[in-house]
């Protein structure tokens, strides 16, 4: 009778790995027809190991790989796999009778393209300022797949926290908040866009104030089609609790303007952006303002 | 491992966000990527969503693909890392969901097998072994229930285990020795007569 010790069960696992020569194999199996006892702890484990073996696999979800589709096509918003049978014709139209129209009135007028987008002139509003114990910046990736930390190797592509990304909420089409627009963007918030990521970013340290002086900064302004509430749900979840606020019937999220572009893409899907100008006394920070349906930006009077 | 694996030509696809080949690869691998996130977290709504994830950060990522390792063992790589930290999110968020959970697989061992005196030899070679490995597996700890999975269920070397979970080919084996004992017993306690 054999007490069964570590050795042996490594000798277990070699055998049942296949890990043993033939010599060490037939020895084995020698001691196994010798001891009855080594013989039915053997049994025991060849029975476990055989099962994990045999597991069969459970197979997913049959619309798992259109699930993996849907959200590719999501995340880049249309950029890939979109729909291949959707009418690309009348937006082509579209397009051609924007640019006939710019270049109508800019010869009619005697203006500049370029002119028609200028920005609107400064608006001195009133906003509050950033508490000083803000939290830091959300350093998740917009689109919701955490970027490695950089402590991983290259090829890790390691979540940077146990949170859980962002992503995994509820798709905005088909939440609570409603019917939203469309997941594609304003032209004019792309190109906004565009030219946001070929700003060079700022160094300014964060929340320090100017000293006598106030600067004007650049504030984002997206028009939803959304009740309030359901605007501030829908914002909360994108941006997180610490970024997001009410102001006056309007949902404002802070950012740091190294990090405003995702920030914004977050939301570009939501209706057409607007880029504003504000005075403030705090360097690099921005604010995105979501308009509910039928609200506007703060005029000076408010 | 997959034959898609050594396609360097398969893989430029990829790198170029072909669909049709991104389709491909999830095909090829969906089974086995849902396999290992569903028995990580034992829940099959979670393991979907996560297996969904999963694909999303490959398509996003495989620009960081060098190919120092087999695309298979890389992509294995990634849903390991997503499970740890849905492992994490659900044990801080939904503490109780989880003792639910655990509370079935406690149920699925005690039922109805262990009210018979069968040695776990004899109770494993029903068709209800794929349950208690199941039920088995989502008591171990995190660490060996992985090993286990990578080894004993999809059967990868221990080099291309230790290269996923990022430790040494001697942890991989010393955690699968302590897996495996842990496993057996558990399964084993529940019938001893």
Same mark, same amino acid.
């Given at each position: ?24 194999? /037939? ?11 080594? %013989? ?13 073996? $045999? ?14 589709? /849907?959200?590719?096509?999501? %995340? &880049? ?10 009418? %690309?014709?009348?937006? $082509? ?66 979540? &940077? ?67 309030? $509430? ?14 997001? &606020? ?57 | ?193």
């Amino acid at each position: 009778m054999t007490d069964v010790n570590e050795a042996h069960l490594e000798r277990f696992f070699a055998y049942l790995d296949g890990e043993l020569s033939d010599e060490e194999r /037939s020895a084995f199996e020698a001691e196994l027809e010798r001891d009855a006892s080594l %013989r039915a702890e053997f049994a025991s484990f060849r029975a476990t190991m055989e099962a994990l073996h $045999e597991a069969a696999h459970d197979e997913p979800a049959p619309d798992l790989t259109s699930g993996v589709q /849907s959200r590719i096509r999501r %995340r &880049s918003r249309g950029r890939f796999f979109a729909a291949k049978n959707a009418p %690309r014709f009348p937006l $082509e139209m579209l397009v051609l009778l924007f640019a006939l129209v710019v270049g109508g009135i800019a010869l009619v007028t005697g203006t500049g393209p370029a002119r028609l987008f200028d920005l609107p002139a400064p608006s001195p509003i009133d906003l509050p300022e950033r508490a000083p114990d803000r939290a830091p910046a959300d350093p998740r990736d917009p689109d919701g797949i955490p970027d490695a930390p950089a402590n991983a190797p290259a090829e890790a592509v390691v979540p &940077s926290s146990g949170e859980r990304p962002p992503t995994a909420l509820p798709d905005p089409v088909i939440d609570e908040s409603g019917t939203l627009a469309p997941h594609v963007l304003h032209e004019e918030g792309q190109a906004l866009l565009d030219e946001l990521a070929s700003t060079p970013r700022t160094s300014a340290p964060l929340g320090a104030p100017v000293a006598g002086a106030r600067r004007i900064e650049t504030d984002w302004v997206i028009s939803t089609g959304l009740s309030l $509430e359901a605007l501030e749900t829908l914002t909360r979840r994108r941006a997180g609790r610490q970024r997001t &606020s009410v102001h006056d019937g309007r949902v404002v999220v802070e950012g740091d303007l190294v990090d405003v572009r995702p920030l914004v893409e977050r939301f570009a899907e939501l209706g057409p952006i607007e880029r504003v100008r504000v005075p403030r006394d705090v360097p690099g920070l921005t604010r995105i303002w979501l308009l509910p349906e039928g609200v506007s930006f703060p005029s000076e009077t408010e | 491992m997959d034959p898609l694996d050594d396609d360097p030509e398969f893989l430029a696809r990829l790198r170029r966000r072909d669909e049709a080949a991104f389709t491909e690869l999830v095909r090829a691998w969906q089974g086995r990527v849902f396999g290992l996130t569903f028995r990580m977290l034992g829940d099959r709504g979670e393991a979907e969503d996560l297996s969904q994830d999963v694909f999303v950060t490959v398509f996003k990522a495989i620009d960081t693909f060098r190919g120092d390792s087999r695309l298979g063992t890389w992509i294995l790589r990634i849903a390991t890392n997503h499970c740890h930290n849905r492992l994490k999110y659900l044990a801080r968020r939904h503490h109780k969901r989880k003792k639910d959970i655990d509370d079935v697989h406690e149920a699925i061992l005690d039922h109805p097998l262990g009210q018979v005196p069968l040695g776990p030899e004899r109770a494993l070679e029903g068709a209800q072994a794929g349950a208690l490995v199941h039920a088995g597996l989502q008591q171990l700890d995190e660490d060996h229930r992985v090993v286990i999975i990578l080894r004993d269920i999809e059967q990868l070397s221990y080099q291309e285990i230790a290269d996923i979970l990022d430790v040494a080919e001697g942890t991989v084996k010393s955690r699968l020795f302590r897996a495996r004992t842990s496993l057996r017993d558990r399964i084993a306690r529940r019938y001893e007569p």
